[in-house]
């Protein structure tokens, strides 16, 4: 089995997106990518915009590849999307995929707006997308609908994927965040070698103690129930949040990573260091207005990449 983190917080972008390559399968989990579209009241920094343009292409690339494609959710850093911002996946640059086979999160517990999403994709691809929710063929078995983060979420409900290949256990936990029990049950059932998941946005002010002492104490159950944890996305959104993680890889026992440490590269922390970029490489006025307009590109900005 091989796992290759495409796009996440440590590696420039907002998303959770992988490929796993099992035997003759090539699975992409995800395939979106996003830039948080206001943070400290500016636009993405246009070195993160450069860094979610290679994301773009990279993830395009893989669905060209992919003889199985997974959508966990359909919000906007997980899915190509018809009304794509200039920082997302735009469902206009999707090549045909008529031989790929989708697994995708059903209808059940979706927001009014992710419905219209699973059904621009369906229209987009021409045919029905299925209902993978707790269904197990051959390598693969899907979570029943789990919380999008705390049980009290308002944010829907996301599918977890688990992919067998002989004896290695690969789980994309999606958006947990490691807030529910429930999640973390169902990926310890699995007994996985690698997890890939999300950790708390640490964050926003909304986040309670008693949220942060269950994250704590769901990550570490995790953590000591696996070989290793990739813990990535909300909680890599700032800084304290990625002292959270290693605190918490010291108390497991070492085995808590970032997407970028596990693909062996430094972190690219863009969106914790957002108010950083602005004030060390100033933004040209009307920059965004004239990247939305296809008037300006991020070549002067690859370096970040």
């Known amino acids: 089995m091989e796992i290759t983190v495409i796009g996440t917080e440590s590696l420039g972008v907002r998303g959770l997106s992988c490929t796993v390559r099992a035997g003759e399968r090539r699975v992409l989990i995800d395939p979106g990518v996003a830039l948080g579209y206001l943070r400290h009241g500016h636009l993405p920094h246009p070195c993160q915009v450069a860094v979610g343009a290679v994301v773009r292409e990279q993830i395009i ?31 206009n640059r999707i090549p045909p995929l008529e031989g790929t086979r989708f697994w995708c999160r059903g209808t059940e517990f979706l927001s009014f707006r992710s419905r219209q999403r699973r059904e621009e994709i369906a229209a987009h691809l021409g045919r029905p997308l299925p209902v993978a929710d707790g269904i197990s063929e051959g390598i693969f078995s899907f979570s029943a609908p789990v919380p999008h983060g705390s049980p009290r979420s308002h944010l829907g409900k996301v599918m977890m994927t688990c992919i067998r290949d002989g004896d290695q256990t690969f789980v994309h936990a999606s958006d947990i965040q490691m807030l529910n029990r429930e999640g973390v049950a169902a990926i310890r059932a699995w007994e996985p070698d690698v997890v890939l998941a999300s950790g708390p946005p640490l964050y926003l ?22 070989g290793t944890l990739i813990l990535d996305h909300h909680v890599r959104r700032s800084h304290g949040g990625c002292r959270w993680t290693e605190e918490l890889s010291d108390a497991a026992g070492g085995n808590v990573v970032s997407a970028a440490e596990f693909m062996g590269r430094e972190p690219l922390l863009l969106e914790a260091r957002r108010e950083e970029l602005y004030r060390d490489y100033p933004v040209p006025e009307r920059w965004h207005d004239a990247y939305a307009r296809g008037e300006v590109g991020v070549e002067n900005y690859m370096d970040f990449t």
């Open 61 to 91: 690339a893989a669905m060209g590849e992919a003889t199985d494609i997974v959508i966990s959710h359909y919000h906007g850093d997980h899915v190509p999307l018809a009304d794509a911002n200039p920082y997302q996946l735009s469902l």
């Open 205 to 226: 002010l909304r986040l309670t103690e008693k949220d942060r002492t269950e994250a704590w104490k769901n990550a570490l159950s995790v953590a000591i129930g696996c």
